[in-house]
């Protein structure tokens, strides 16, 4: 049961959509809010990928996208300790009666199913406004704003709301009693997962519905494509829902990492149209997102020019710094803990820094089931990459191969 409970934690992080929900929720928190809407959570066009529609008549769990995704949002709640559920809402439901009837009006041409759905929508309705006499029969409650709403529990909801859900997002609400301790752990969390999403220790872990996972720093270059096609503003750019479909990069992730990395901020999460993100370095290039050299300083490199390197590593700093034969140096801020360590065994003792390592033993040195060879790889290719951004003439400092790596005596100087 533990283990299942480990998986459904992981995918609250490794999915955008929920880790987006997430962030809604804790940026509530932050800001001292705790009664969510619905539709707060239904962005983009997510929900309307076939495969979750089918998945969903499949197994009849879920009444429609929106019923699965309440369901969703209130279990990671709970899964994740952030607090508890005091109520689950119906909200003005004279209104919601208004915009059903209204709706199955405008159907011109509806189909006998349709017909048939608007009538259940409506039959619903008044049993909900059946409901809600009754609680304010039972309750007296003088607060004029529970008149027309009638509340649920977490644990009966969802026979009540299951179909309507599906035209009454606006209408559904639900309050949260945030726990101290929770929300920041899960904040912490979302460190922890975004650190190692960066150095692609969960490249083989793709979520559902998604075609492939990219490794990270080429969902960074097609990140920085993809926003080419927006406007520019004072370094602000309006990102739209619509990139949580994009299939080349994962928004939400990205989006994380660099707002962790003060590269950009986030206005709001939970905006309605769209994310205003404000990008603290101009122009965006690949390597400003990665907080390396401005690419006008590395264009005045003479890139056929053979370039040779002294290296020092400092752990405590987490900082590599190169140094040319004219004094020159590059410094390069090595993110990650399993690089930082990765380069701290390489460079633990001089005399064994530049030969050749086989990625199997760096493994066993860092604890082997805690940091396994893809790990290991993984972490000098991504740090390969840094080297590029800031030196180009550099291709690859390390020369790795599939069990090996070793610093490439073409750009080293051994000292």
Do not use: C
């Amino acid at each position: 049961m533990e283990e299942d409970e480990q998986v459904d934690t992981f995918d609250y992080f490794n999915t955008d959509i929920k880790l987006l929900a997430l962030h809604i929720v804790l940026e509530s928190f932050y800001r001292g809010q705790n009664i969510f809407s619905l539709d707060q959570f239904l962005k983009g066009d997510y929900w309307k990928i076939e495969e979750i529609a089918d998945e969903i008549r499949d197994t009849n769990d879920y009444g429609s996208a929106e019923d699965l995704v309440l369901q969703q949002v209130i279990q990671m709640i709970k899964d994740l300790n952030i607090g508890k559920i005091i109520r689950v809402s119906v909200k003005d439901i004279s209104s919601l009666a208004e915009k059903i009837v209204r709706e199955a009006v405008e159907e011109k041409n509806g189909t006998e199913n349709e017909v048939m759905m608007y009538s259940a929508y409506i039959d619903e309705v008044y049993k909900l406004k059946g409901l809600k006499d009754a609680q304010r029969l039972d309750v007296k409650d003088y607060n004029t704003a529970k008149w027309d709403r009638v509340d649920f529990t977490e644990y009966d909801f969802h026979r009540n709301i299951q179909y309507i859900s599906q035209v009454a997002s606006a209408f559904i609400e639900f309050e949260v009693e945030f726990d101290k301790k929770g929300p920041i752990e899960a904040n912490e969390a979302i460190d922890d997962y975004i650190d190692n999403f960066s150095e692609d220790q969960f490249i083989e872990k793709k979520p559902t519905y998604r075609q492939k996972r990219f490794y990270f720093s080429k969902q960074i270059e097609n990140f920085v494509e993809y926003i080419k096609r927006f406007p520019l503003i004072d370094g602000n750019i309006n990102i739209p829902f619509s990139s949580l479909s994009e299939q080349d990069f994962e928004v939400v992730k990205v989006l994380s990492y660099l707002e962790r990395q003060k590269r950009l901020k986030v206005r709001n999460w939970n905006d309605t149209e769209l994310w205003n993100v404000k990008f603290h370095k101009l122009p965006i290039t690949v390597a400003s997102l990665f907080g390396q050299e401005d690419t006008k300083e590395t264009e005045k490199i003479d890139n056929e020019k053979e370039i040779k390197l002294n290296l020092s590593f400092s752990l405590q700093t987490g900082t590599m710094i190169l140094t040319d034969t004219n004094g020159k140096e590059y410094k390069i801020k090595v993110q990650g803990q399993v690089q930082k360590e990765v380069l701290r065994v390489v460079f633990q003792h001089p005399k064994n820094t530049y030969g050749e390592w086989s990625l199997y033993e760096i493994s066993e040195t860092l604890g082997g089931d805690d940091v396994n060879e893809i790990a290991v790889k993984n972490a000098i290719y991504q740090f390969n990459k840094k080297v590029k951004l800031t030196i180009p003439q550099v291709e690859n400092l390390f020369d790795l191969t599939i069990h090996s790596a070793r610093l490439d005596p073409k750009y080293v100087s051994v000292s």
